[in-house]
């Protein structure tokens, strides 16, 4: 079993900062890909951004230039930094791992519960 742990939402005013965290613990396979989703009330869960082992990176088009994803494999965690935020960036945040457990099996997504974020003045 995986646990995705996120934390850092809450309120903040257009134009600001905002990091989000995430700790991840359980079965995890060295070779996965981690990243950020949301999804906004009515609308599909949207990628945010991702990175898998090698540093490749993956972001959504409306996030480019204003956030960015960091890694750190020694403590299983994942970073997301939120610049320049927007109202439309409103929407609740979910941690994502997309693994493998071994050579044999399907690639699977692990999701954690999610937290929110609110951009409003």
């Known amino acids: 079993q995986v646990d995705l742990v996120e934390s850092g939402g809450g309120l903040v005013q257009p134009g600001g900062s905002l990091t989000l965290s995430c700790d991840a613990s359980g079965t995890i396979n060295r070779i996965n890909t981690m990243g950020w989703y949301r999804q906004a009330p009515g609308k599909q869960r949207d990628l945010v951004a991702t990175?898998?082992?090698?540093?490749?990176?993956e972001y959504g088009d409306s996030v480019k230039g204003r956030f960015t994803i960091f890694r750190d494999d020694d403590k299983n965690t994942i970073s997301l930094r939120m610049n320049n935020v927007k109202p439309e960036d409103t929407a609740v945040y979910y941690c994502n791992l997309r693994q493998r457990l071994n050579p044999f099996a399907p690639i699977r997504d692990y999701w954690g519960q999610g937290t929110h974020v609110s951009v409003s003045s």
């Open positions: 990175k898998n082992i090698h540093g490749d990176t």
